[in-house]
């Protein structure tokens, strides 16, 4: 059974900021928490993994709050291209990933 | 890096074909790798979990006898579908985990879309 709940599905423009929030309130203390991308009839692409507070890579930003019962991806400056499919795991990485429905973002131009 | 590729990318074949998919990481070892499938507007579900060197674990529903798996190497997983059927067509993805450990986490391959005519 999926461990995260996500929205199904947000809207967004060109240029925006997009934030994505998943709820992991059964999160164990080793899972960490990884964000993929999906786009149609391609496998999931890693996007980024964080454990607490604030982890930024060139793409992407999470922000996990101290009780990590959720954590929220932060796309900035969204574009066409990043309509996709997101989804939000918890793991230790060790352990068989479990997807729930995952985030359906649409960017409008 | 983490590269994973799937071969093929897709195939047809006739009822009652075995079709043998190919999940291999390209530029590091990997102990574990994942088997997934993917219905059209669905999430992935995962198929079974392969482990090299040993026999790999199914998931509650899934046939361990229509979905063998073999992880030879550390680099290289199979599944094979035996007996296709029209309600084995899918999406198949594969992962991969590295044998380093540590944080990291899960590279999938671009996936297998298999038609059962």
């Known amino acids: 059974l999926a461990k995260t709940t996500q929205p199904i599905s947000m809207d967004s423009y060109e240029g925006q900021e997009v934030n994505i929030t998943c709820s992991h309130n059964?999160?164990?203390?080793?899972?960490?928490i990884t964000w993929y991308q999906q786009f149609p009839s391609q496998g999931p692409r890693f996007i980024i993994q964080?454990?607490?507070t604030k982890v930024t890579n060139e793409v992407a930003s999470l922000f996990i709050p101290a009780d990590r019962k959720s954590s929220t991806l932060s796309l900035p400056r969204v574009s066409l291209s990043d309509t996709a499919v997101y989804y939000c795991?918890?793991?230790?990485?060790?352990?068989?990933?479990?997807f729930g429905s995952g985030t359906k973002l649409n960017v409008k131009p | 890096g983490a590269v994973v590729s799937q071969h093929p990318s897709r195939v047809i074949c006739k009822s009652g074909t075995s079709v043998k998919i190919e999940c291999r990481s390209l530029?590091?070892?990997?102990?574990?790798m994942f088997w997934y499938r993917q219905f059209p507007k669905q999430s992935l579900m995962l198929m079974a979990t392969?482990?090299?060197?040993?026999?790999?674990?199914?998931e509650q529903g899934v046939e361990k006898d229509k979905f063998l798996i073999n992880h030879a190497s550390l680099t290289l997983s199979t599944l094979t579908v035996t007996s296709a059927h029209p309600e084995d067509s899918s999406f198949y993805i594969c992962?991969?985990?590295?044998?380093?450990?540590?944080?990291?986490?899960?590279?999938f391959g671009d996936g297998t879309r298999l038609s059962i005519l």
């Open positions: 392969s482990n090299e060197g040993s026999k790999a674990t199914y």
């Open positions: 795991l918890v793991g230790d990485n060790f352990n068989k990933f479990y």
């Open positions: 992962s991969a985990l590295s044998s380093t450990g540590g944080n990291q986490p899960q590279h």
């Open positions: 059964n999160i164990a203390t080793n899972d960490y």
């Open positions: 964080g454990y607490k």
């Open positions: 530029d590091f070892q990997a102990t574990t």
